[in-house]
């Protein structure tokens, strides 16, 4: 028992993504050091299909097998003349750790999510605000990198040439959920963006031929009822917005797909990996922004956005960029400490504040059916969760 606990080998949860990690705690450190107090933890390897998205060194694995099978034997010797007792202090300082990372997690993505959609409210140009959101975090670590407070990644053509699908299937993503909540409320955006984990599944089905248990299959059915019956009752329908949050769904599947098949046996840092796919995705981004919007339409937007908002609109439109990035980045974070099933969890209650919080500050009118199929489409998530572990 302690041994598997010891030996901390995971397999995924979520529909998000499917990536195959070790991080050290060096590299671990220098990322917490970046936006929150370094947090000491053990190093683990992580198979996922919760969250991003590469693999960072995997070289040791046979020497980390045998050194964690030795302390299996220790710890069952150990177990055989006494039994090990778990640290009160410890376990309930690893609670209050985890607590910290959700709650800056949960925060950063409301208030993204928040100043996105007051931003798309007065200048309604998703191509332009999800440039500037991979231009701001890519800026962040441009300079983090020159200054030296993060380490800059040694990259070769292999590794961004492996990156090339995964950015593309990442700005497909990010544009097409900006996209959708440029045309309906947050909230409903993220209601159908909780049906990820059935495109996982579906796409794993039919496309890659892989197969699941039962229960896992079923566990779609109150995903994607849920999700059906939050959209036939939206009360502000518009299927640009559905159809948005749709290829978001999928276009993060794939990013997941590629970045696991791309990425195995290459040893850049989740931070640094996250850093070099929005630089990409930020290459990959900008002519469509401009051949679909483009400076004209920006110039007038912008102008007409000050004249309404005031000055501040220029803080909104930083605020949602930087925020953008600081969740992600702390959502890479999170995964480094929590396993993924605690992330998946995790990553369900946060679209359950992002929709509370979005539907009050709002004032995002719910009938109590369109409520009812968020709530079934939300409990699915979970339900997905435990039959997928
Ligand atoms: C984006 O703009 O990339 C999406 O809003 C991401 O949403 P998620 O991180 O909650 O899946």
């Not at 040791?60 to 097998?65: F, G, I, P, V």
């Not at 410890?90 to 928040?114: C, D, Q, R, S």
Request: hydrophobic residues 50%.
């Amino acid at each position: 028992m302690i041994c598997s606990v010891k030996q901390s080998v995971t397999t995924t949860i979520n529909g998000s993504d499917l990536f195959l990690r070790k991080r050290s705690p060096a590299a671990s450190i220098r990322r917490s050091s970046l936006l929150l107090p370094a947090l000491h933890k053990p190093e683990r390897l992580t198979l996922s299909i919760s969250k991003p998205l590469h693999v960072s060194s995997v070289e040791n694995l046979s020497l980390r097998a045998r050194r964690d099978s030795i302390k299996c034997e220790a710890y069952e010797a150990a177990d055989r003349s006494k039994p090990v007792e778990p640290d009160g202090k410890a376990e309930a300082a690893k609670k209050v750790k985890i607590g910290v990372y959700f709650a800056t997690w949960w925060a950063l993505n409301v208030v993204f999510n928040i100043y996105n959609k007051k931003v798309l409210n007065a200048f309604p140009y998703p191509w332009l605000t999800s440039t500037l959101s991979l231009a701001c975090g890519s800026l962040m670590m441009l300079v983090s990198w020159t200054t030296r407070i993060a380490e800059a990644p040694k990259t070769d053509f292999d590794f961004w040439k492996a990156l090339f699908p995964v950015a593309v299937a990442h700005t497909i993503g990010h544009v097409a959920a900006t996209v959708s909540m440029s045309k309906v409320a947050v909230s409903f955006t993220h209601i159908i963006k909780s049906g990820e984990p059935a495109f996982s599944v579906l796409v794993s089905r039919f496309l890659l031929g892989e197969s699941f248990p039962v229960p896992v299959y079923l566990s779609l059915l109150p995903i994607i009822g849920g999700c059906a019956l939050a959209a036939v009752t939206e009360l502000n329908f518009n299927m640009i917005g559905f159809m948005g949050a749709m290829i978001s769904n999928l276009a993060f599947v794939f990013r997941n797909i590629f970045s696991k098949k791309g990425m195995k046996g290459k040893s850049v840092s989740g931070m640094n990996y996250y850093a070099c796919l929005s630089m990409l995705s930020l290459l990959i981004l900008t002519p469509f922004a401009i051949a679909v919007e483009g400076p004209q339409m920006w110039a007038a937007g912008w102008q007409t956005a000050i004249s309404q908002i005031g000055p501040q609109f220029v803080w909104w439109v930083a605020a949602q960029s930087v925020f953008y990035h600081l969740y992600n980045q702390v959502s890479y974070m999170s995964l480094d400490e929590i396993s993924p099933l605690t992330f998946s969890i995790g990553n369900t209650m946060k679209r359950i504040s992002v929709i509370v919080s979005s539907i009050i500050i709002f004032h995002t009118p719910v009938q109590p059916i369109n409520a009812l199929g968020a709530a079934i489409a939300v409990a699915g998530t979970f339900i997905y969760s435990q039959a997928k572990q």
